[in-house]
Nanobody
Framework: QVQLVESGGGLVQPGGSLRLSCAAS????????MGWYRQAPGKEREWVAT???????NYADSVKGRFTLSRDNAKNTVYLQMDSLKAEDTAVYYC????????WGKGTLVTVSS
């Protein structure tokens, strides 16, 4: 079955960087679009970024220029490089894909605080 496992979250100071990883299994990774969403405390889940099977990326305006999404098809993994982090980036970050239906990872917590 499809599984998505996020890692790399943690506590970072404003202006710092983190790299999130999402290891995927159970489907043909190289032909799947992959995405990241996040949910801050008390807020709805929001889209962050998507990478297509061909490597084309799209970003939410709130993270454009600071976050970079990439994929390694040999490792069935996507990476979200997050730079110049702000307090408002604090959230649980979820990996997402669609294989006939939506699949989500369990999430990894990112806390940006001094």
């Amino acid at each position: 079955q499809v599984q998505l496992v996020e890692s790399g979250g943690g506590l970072v100071q404003p202006g710092g960087s983190l790299r999130l990883s999402c290891a995927a299994s159970g489907f043909t990774f190289r032909i799947g679009d992959m995405g990241w969403y996040r949910q801050a405390p008390g807020k709805e889940r929001e889209w962050v970024a998507t990478i297509s099977s061909g490597g084309r990326t799209n970003y939410a305006d709130s993270v454009k220029g600071r976050f970079t999404l990439s994929r390694d098809n040999a490792k069935n993994t996507v990476y979200l490089q997050m730079d110049s982090l702000k307090a408002e980036d604090t959230a649980v970050y979820y990996c997402h894909t669609t294989v006939f239906r939506d699949f989500w990872g369990k999430g990894t917590l990112v806390t940006v605080s001094s």
